[in-house]
């Protein structure tokens, strides 16, 4: 009896969903580094609660423009192309991040990078789910997804190491 599901298809390359949950760990990370950070970054700058607000929304608002249009990119220069697009744009910024001189600039940074973020989203839930059995498909996009909360638990996790230490 022959197979009716195509060869790559059988299984679910295991380097896709490295790859795809590598990236929605950075987006966790991300989110999650911020608020870690955000006690230091309101002494330093002395933010008030509405301006630390505004500034961690920059990123979310990012997100969500991103994972509106990524659609029309990935069209036009196919998924793969896009993907590596949008982990190569947010990488960038938010080493960028590092760098920023002020709250406002900071802001920005994070938006732009929000939006190579909430790229990633959706292209890396595509990639997954294709690559996956059709029976282990919403599995297979679990644990991919997975990363998300890896990614934050690492963000706290260094921020109690380095902080202290390094401020």
């Known amino acids: ?14 380097g896709v969903m490295a790859i795809c949950g590598s990236a929605i760990a950075f987006d966790g990370y991300d989110i999650v580094v911020y608020g870690t950070t955000l006690s230091k970054l309101r002494d330093e700058w002395g933010l008030t609660s509405g301006q630390a607000g505004n500034v961690g929304s920059a990123a979310l608002v ?3 423009l991103g994972a509106l249009v990524v659609g029309t990119f990935a069209s036009r220069w196919g998924r793969k192309r896009t ?12 080493i960028l991040c590092a760098a920023a001189p002020g709250p406002e600039v900071f802001a920005v940074i994070r938006f732009l990078a929000g939006i190579g973020l909430g790229g990633v989203m959706p292209l890396a839930a ?6 996956a059995p059709r029976d282990r498909a919403a599995v297979a996009y679990v644990i991919m997804q997975s990363g998300y909360p890896v990614g934050g638990v690492a963000a706290s996790l260094l921020a109690k190491w380095i902080i202290p230490g390094f401020s």
């Open 1 to 14: 009896m022959t197979s009716s599901i195509s060869p790559r298809r059988e299984r679910l390359p295991l």
């Open 62 to 64: 990012g997100m969500f």
């Open 83 to 94: 993907f590596l697009a949008c982990v190569a744009w947010f990488s960038i910024l938010m």
């Open 126 to 131: 595509a990639f997954t789910t294709e690559f």
